[in-house]
């Protein structure tokens, strides 16, 4: 499968790549700067091409069959730089993918994007966003998936986790493991037209996304 990356740059999109060169797949590494070509090539990326997601990527899609959206201006950021990626630029996305005919789109999402007003106060305006962009994706007729992780680490995976529709409580998973959930999701059956939340756990991966069934 031919997989267009969204974010390839970013840290989950890096663990991402190094996961899909030891795959079947090939993948293809949007960046916004051409100096970031050769580092990501080296990570995995079968190719990469320059686009923003502000704008129309539609052109850096042709021919993939799948989209993974890891992009993310991060919690952290203004509410207009947040609704430009997290919200407009996802659902940009998914517009050109139903328009060129791609079927699977893979959204990293976020706990509590199910539920905005809930979150904390300084991050509502970023679940919000999430949230606008996952009620596209869920609406758009894509063979979706939403994948909602607790919070991220910088820790070394386990590939062992916890997927739940909604957990108690929010938890930890490393950023790592968030890419191997990505790529097993690319490849289980399952997981299609499924949200679900996944954290740090004691189940392998293979067998939690089993649980979808």
């Not at 502000?54 to 609704?83: L, N, Q, Y």
């Not at 328009?99 to 305006?125: Q, Y």
Request: contains cysteine; hydrophobic residues 35%.
């Amino acid at each position: 499968m031919h997989v267009f990356i969204a974010g390839a740059n970013g840290q989950i999109g890096q663990h991402l790549l190094q996961e899909l060169a030891d795959s079947d797949h090939e993948a293809r590494a949007l960046v916004r700067h051409a100096d970031q070509g050769p580092e990501l090539q080296k990570l995995g990326a079968t190719e990469t091409v320059i686009g923003d997601l502000e704008k129309d990527c539609s052109e850096a899609m042709r021919g993939c069959d799948a989209v993974i959206f890891v992009a993310g201006s991060g919690p952290h950021t203004g509410p207009d730089k947040t609704v430009d990626v997290d919200q407009d630029g996802a659902i940009r996305l998914i517009d050109s993918a139903s328009a060129m005919g791609i079927k699977r789109f893979i959204m990293v999402s976020s706990m509590g994007a199910g539920d905005p007003d809930s979150g904390p106060e300084k991050l509502r305006h970023y679940l919000q966003a999430k949230h606008n962009a996952d009620e596209h994706l869920k609406s758009s007729g894509l063979n979706y998936t939403i994948i909602r992780p607790g919070q991220l680490t910088n820790d070394e995976g386990t590939g062992k986790v916890s997927v739940s529709a909604k957990h108690d409580k929010v938890g930890k998973i490393p950023r790592q493991d968030v890419a191997r959930v990505l790529l097993a999701t690319l490849d289980a059956d399952t997981t299609v037209n499924q949200v679900f939340e996944v954290v740090s756990g004691e189940t392998s991966i293979a067998d939690s996304l089993r649980l979808k069934e």
